[in-house]
């Protein structure tokens, strides 16, 4: 298995095209690629070496670097299990929280004909009018609640009805207490901060699941634009 310190190197080998043929590399390019020192760029080479990982050759005071089958495994092995996290085609992130008692506005926009009609045909259910608001509690549930926004969305256009502006909101369809479908959103405009998530779905979620202000519940949120529904 490849060293943390042995990574850098095995992915500007294979850029440079050391996966196929002998490349040229000196200690001291090498060096300000790793920010070493020269004398440590070499060592760390001659460790690569013994490891089995590369080979070098030396030509006309030029010394080339190619991987050895060991390397190159490696290196595929390592892809693969960036692959196994950043390549799937869909992801599921989880939270906790409790159900709170919002300001009572969500109703309003969601029965909107500017969002009712989208939320229709991207998400494909007309939401039941209001949200379900969740309290997240611990710092890692509103970390992950910080980072939906820079995850794959389902978009939701602003609008304006001739009276005023609706701003737009980003969807991520999701499950609540496992097996309800729902959907969270991320609003443009909203005086919630990153310790609540707001969630819309076809059916009055408190009603059906019996929730009340209180009431812990888990909410799988999948990325990637994906998820069931």
Same mark, same amino acid.
């Given at each position: 298995m ?5 990574i850098?190197?095995?992915i500007?080998l ?57 390397g190159? *495994? ?6 693969? +299990?960036?692959?196994?996290? *950043?390549?799937? +085609? ?9 159900? #709170? ?10 029965s ?6 989208? #939320?229709?045909?991207?998400?494909? *259910? ?6 379900l ?9 509103r ?15 602003? *609008?304006?009805d ?16 496992? +097996? ?13 901060? +990153?310790?609540v ?33």
């Amino acid at each position: 298995m490849l060293k943390p310190s042995q990574i850098p190197t095995i992915i500007e080998l294979l850029s440079e095209g050391a996966k196929d043929k002998p490349v040229p590399l000196t200690t001291k390019s090498l060096a300000k690629k790793l920010n070493k020192s020269q004398q440590m760029a070499s060592k760390h080479l001659e460790e690569m070496e013994r490891d089995g990982l590369v080979e070098r050759v030396r030509s006309r005071g030029t010394t080339y670097v190619k991987l050895t089958q060991k390397g190159a *495994f490696e290196a595929s092995r390592l892809y693969n +299990d960036l692959d196994a996290v *950043f390549g799937k +085609d869909e992801r599921m992130v989880e939270v906790e929280g409790e159900v #709170f008692d919002g300001l009572g506005e969500a109703a309003y926009y969601v029965s909107q004909s500017g969002y009712r009609r989208q #939320f229709i045909s991207k998400l494909g *259910f007309e939401p039941f009018p209001g949200t379900l608001n969740i309290r997240l509690r611990s710092p890692v549930d509103r970390k992950v609640r910080r980072d939906l926004a820079s995850e794959k969305s389902i978009h939701i256009d602003g *609008f304006q009805d001739g009276k005023r502006t609706y701003g737009g909101a980003e969807c991520f369809r999701s499950l609540i207490n496992r +097996d309800t479908s729902c959907a969270v959103l991320v609003i443009e405009r909203t005086s919630y901060d +990153d310790s609540v998530l707001e969630i819309i779905s076809p059916i009055s979620l408190r009603k059906s699941l019996h929730l009340k202000a209180g009431s812990k519940v888990a909410v799988k949120i999948f990325l990637n634009g994906s998820g069931s529904g």
